[in-house]
């Protein structure tokens, strides 16, 4: 029997999933809730095997392998596995440059 994990979202992948849908739905609210349903269907699904997912390329090129990536194309929805938790960090559009999305958010962080 396979090991059973509760997902997480962040606060800043709910952000994420919810621009994106506006932004669909600007010019296709069919489509939109569509994208919609997916992404949040392939991550409610990492309660099972969350190993599935690669490591994130762009991470891993730089020895950091902690974290893991769904893809729903053009969408990566990036999440962490933490003992018996999923936490999905943030979805983002991957024809994007992550390093840069990612490091403007480090930068625009208030601490």
Do not use: C, H
Not at 37 to 48: D, G, M, P, Q, W
């Amino acid at each position: 029997m396979s090991k059973k994990y509760k997902v997480i979202w962040a606060d800043i992948a709910e952000a994420d999933l919810k621009n994106i849908i506006e932004y669909i739905a600007d010019e296709n609210i069919v489509n939109a809730r569509k994208v919609f349903n997916k992404v949040r269907e392939s991550a409610s699904n990492l309660f099972i095997l969350p190993e599935r997912g690669r490591v994130v390329p762009e991470f891993r090129d730089q020895g950091v392998l902690q974290y893991r990536e769904l893809i729903y194309s053009p969408w990566q929805i990036i999440y962490k596995i933490s003992e018996t938790k999923v936490y999905v960090l943030s979805v983002l559009d991957s024809r994007r440059n992550i390093e840069d999305i990612l490091l403007k958010r480090l930068i625009d962080r208030d601490i």
